[in-house]
């Protein structure tokens, strides 16, 4: 039997665990959401919500200094090991690839006040398609983390080359465009680092998906992730 | 007095941890080289020196790995504290950061060979400068992680206002060119992300000063870091 100190000890630590788990599913709502807005705005061209975006990265930015801290923390002090020590290491880099995605969201956000001085541009279509494939990844990649479904995660690993077919079709529709009518060079070139931030948004839910996998079954998943992406050498001759 | 067990594993403790050091060490030296390589290819306009940056960058995604599993071990089996535990904590996050540094100099080869197809483009000679200053600050936040010397790490951390504000400048360089003779759109893009990669592996040296620091100091630099990029909203009417 415990005493009342060792009871309260094994208690305090549950609790850390569990508020780390808890600062991870709130960042994973938050950068679910940032993103959704961003999409929302770029869609309804609205320049309002796209300062809203802008203007709420901060709260997640707080979120993951919390995590890296109490991660710190943890380590220091409980000296977790085997299941435990898994979730401390997944969970600080989660934090940084949702922080890292809700920063390309906010971006986006900042770029659709440039895009919103012009007339509407037809790859924005494309984009919103990438879009919203890229948000169901990170639905699927969350819900894989909060459930530990090991297969959903690398579900959500092997789609990111679709992601990155979409992306390398969406750069060659955006230089076509800017050929076609130079007067849309630079709303253009905004699109086109649009369309990379959610290229790298769906580059960062592999990592949770991998993060995830590691997490759950302790094997990492160290072989080549598979690359659909050929848009660094398009307007290369064969 | 420590029995001979005892010393064997201190000194085994000590082995791993200079092991970590140590392929910390070789990940700064290969990303730098990378970096040094990947411009030089594009200032010399060498498709066969390209191609070799493409084709190192898997030597220092290994080293990434093995110091991702070296460090899991470590936290596991010696449970470190205070210097050690943010030696551990500081490894794993500059070996990312390195990690992707190489990553984009990789790109920037990739992309050089698109450019070789074509013409050179004078914006190329701003690339080049904003190259020298981020190899510059690679260097000296290496040293500065190596010497234990948190004067340097911040001193790096003030100059990327410079990185940013010369990444800018670029960016608007490369959209007038582009819209001075349209048929330069396509090497002009692949442009654009050069510029954005070294202005991103100057955001990594910037975290790898902000760690190193925190590693020295045991302090975290948790306010906002000082920005100097405005091409996010380039374009925009004021």
């Known amino acids: 039997m415990p005493t009342v100190g060792e009871h309260h000890i094994v ?41 809203e975006v802008v203007a709420s990265d901060a709260a997640i930015d707080a979120d993951e200094h919390f995590v890296n801290e109490q991660t710190v923390r943890l380590l220091a002090l409980r000296a977790p090991v085997a299941d435990d020590l898994r ?30 001085q012009t007339a509407p541009l037809a790859p924005v279509r494309t984009l919103l398609r990438m879009g919203r494939l890229v948000q169901e990844l990170l639905a699927q990649v969350l819900a894989a983390y909060l459930q530990h479904d090991a297969a959903q995660a690398l579900a959500v690993r092997a789609r990111d080359q679709e992601v990155d077919a979409l992306y390398s079709s969406l750069f060659r529709e955006i230089l076509t465009y800017m050929m076609e ?7 253009c070139s905004h699109l086109m680092f649009m369309a990379k931030n959610i290229e790298r948004i769906g ?28 848009s660094n050498t398009e307007g290369l001759a064969p």
Do not use: W
């Open 87 to 116: 979730t401390v290491i997944a969970s600080l880099k989660i934090a940084a690839d949702l922080e890292r995605i809700a920063d390309h969201a906010a971006n986006n956000a900042k770029r659709t006040l440039v895009l919103n």
């Open 181 to 187: 009518d130079p007067r849309t060079i630079t709303a």
């Open 11 to 51: 208690k305090s630590y549950d609790e850390q665990l569990k508020r780390l788990h808890d600062a991870i599913s709130r960042m994973g709502g938050l950068a679910e959401r940032q993103l959704e807005l961003s999409m929302k705005a770029v869609e309804t061209r609205d320049d309002t919500l796209a300062g």
């Open 203 to 230: 580059d960062h839910a592999t990592n949770i998906a991998e993060m995830s996998y590691f997490l759950i079954t302790g094997q990492s998943l160290a072989d080549q992730r598979p690359k659909g992406d050929r």
